[in-house]
């Protein structure tokens, strides 16, 4: 009998998402790519979202076993047009590895997999070229379809919009009046899956200003996390399912899938639950899901609750990846696993009239730098520890990380890029409880009047002038208010020397100071 393995992967997710600055085509893009891998897909297939053949369908990546060739063909030869036709601006790329009984599933995946990273490399033509005489959308380039409020737009935005308005419009009755009555129940898939639904249409915040705290504190933040070691998890499950049948492969493929995905999503859920947010419903929540699948999370949520919002979901996410994929480690002897998988994180925090797409690139950049630190902390093939690193956007200019860390994190021979953070204690690094050990100490110096903030503020300030002045500042600050200068470390506020790691690795830590980073914390409070 002969298999037909289908893959199929979305292009250009955040880009597209992230086009403009308004959060319903933002939102409204984030439900499009929500439906290409669920519900348009099981359109275009023809099967039901309980199929037994589905192999992944999440976060822009499809993979499902065909049994028959002509309906595998049908699939590859009118999915694409139906999905620049369902969100123009997405590009998908389609594989298909033939196999037959005797050859195993994990290599089909394999070779799937290759296919898929050669067609992404072909470039392909746009679904809608318009002439040099057409009008174009000015906010995006595209071909103009439409006036919106006198404004051009195209079908990118028209479809994210109306997907948007989708979102809102498919409503059920409350359940705790009769039908019709009442308020309605959004049924965006991105928010039931991070809040089970148990929100209501008026909540949603329709413009970036609604998510921020308010017009004198007009910050939010980007969030970006990606699971560690992942791509070695499917690894060594492909070489231990070498020697199964296809269909134990593909069940244990499948559930492999659901369960990480059910996992992120859990941990999501919780990690905003812990946030112990009282939210009336007259009032909008104050975040935007993104995406939400796989081992990825990306998210626009109210500046003050981003650090514990991180934290919170590192912690779920290794405990419900511990649960949840236990069976890797019981059934197939995975046992460098079976505490689970861990995460890294990246916070871009930026004023709501910041373009939000380098929000976002700066939150992946984030998110890569503490990855390479939480590699460099264990020995080649063991799992990385969960980490996060921020930053908060002060000019209005455009740079990337590298750029900011030269120019606004370096002052003289000081450097303030003391992160990333770790997650729990590792060797000799910094965690995430020594920044909030630390922020409230700020808190508590604030309820007693102490001008300890503004003192700490002046020094980080002097720092960039004269490293000298800087230091008599900081002598006088223990002089004067030696109980805070106790209690905020300030003895080792500037690290004097490297510490060495387990391995003989030396943190990088010489000549930095945590101080930076806990007054930028603290000001979102």
């Known amino acids: 009998m002969s298999y037909f393995l289908y893959g199929a992967s979305v292009q250009g997710i955040q880009d597209f998402i992230f086009q403009t600055n308004k959060l319903k085509e933002i939102g409204g893009g984030s439900e499009l790519v929500e439906q290409i891998c669920s519900s348009k897909f099981f359109e275009e297939a023809g099967i039901l979202p309980n199929d037994g053949n589905i192999i992944i369908n999440a976060a822009g990546n499809i993979k499902y076993l065909f049994e028959d060739e002509v309906k595998c063909k049908a699939l590859v030869r009118k999915f694409p047009k139906s999905i620049a036709e369902f969100a123009p601006g997405i590009t998908l790329s389609q594989a298909v590895v033939k196999f037959d009984e005797s050859e195993k599933l994990s290599d089909a995946i394999n070779k799937l997999e290759d296919s898929l990273k050669a067609q992404r490399n072909k470039v392909q033509s746009p679904f809608e070229i318009g002439f040099m005489g057409l009008e174009r959308a000015r906010r ?219 929000g976002l690139h700066l939150a992946e950049e984030l998110t890569k730098k503490a990855k390479r630190t939480s590699r460099s902390t264990v020995p080649e093939g063991v799992l990385a520890p969960s980490s996060l690193s921020f930053y908060k956007v002060h000019s209005s200019f455009i740079e990337n990380l590298e750029e900011i860390e030269k120019k606004t994190l370096t002052a003289g021979s000081l450097s303030f890029d003391y992160g990333p953070y770790f997650l729990s204690e590792r060797y000799n690094h910094p965690t995430v409880n020594n920044l909030s050990d630390l922020i409230k100490v700020l808190e508590a110096s604030k309820d007693e009047k102490s001008k300890g903030v503004s003192k700490l503020r002046q020094w980080v300030s002097e720092l960039y002038k004269n490293e000298s002045t800087a230091d008599f500042m900081l002598k006088r600050m223990k002089e004067i208010d030696g109980d805070f200068f106790k209690k905020m470390k300030l003895d080792s506020a500037i690290a004097k020397e490297d510490m060495t790691n387990a391995d003989g690795k030396t943190t990088g830590l010489k000549g930095k100071t945590i101080i930076y980073d806990v007054l930028q914390l603290f000001s979102f409070l």
Request: with cysteine; glycine share 8%.
């Open 140 to 358: 995006t380039g595209g071909v103009g379809v439409e006036y919106l409020e006198n404004e051009v737009i195209d079908a990118s935005i028209q479809a994210k919009l109306d997907a948007f308005d989708e979102s809102i419009k498919r409503i059920k009755p409350s359940n705790s009046k009769a039908p019709g009555e009442g308020n309605s129940e959004i049924y965006s898939n991105l928010y039931l899956k991070f809040f089970g639904g148990k929100l209501k249409a008026q909540q949603i915040p329709l413009d970036l200003n609604e998510i921020s705290k308010d017009s004198s504190n007009p910050w939010l933040a980007v969030i970006h996390a990606d699971g560690n070691g992942l791509g070695k998890l499917v690894q060594q499950l492909g070489n231990v399912l070498k020697e199964k049948d296809t269909e134990l492969s593909k069940n244990t493929f499948a559930r492999f899938s659901r369960e990480l995905d059910n996992a992120t999503q859990t941990a999501a859920k919780r990690a905003f639950e812990k946030l112990d947010l009282i939210i009336s419903t007259e009032e909008k929540y104050p975040l935007r899901p993104i995406i939400l699948g796989g081992d990825d999370i990306t998210l626009i949520i109210r500046a003050d609750l981003a650090f514990d919002f991180t934290v919170n979901f590192l912690e779920e996410f290794e405990n419900q990846t511990e649960s949840k994929l236990s069976f890797l480690s019981k059934d197939f002897g995975l046992t460098e696993f079976e505490e689970g998988l861990t995460a890294c994180a990246g916070i871009a925090y930026i004023k709501y009239s910041y373009p939000i797409h380098y």
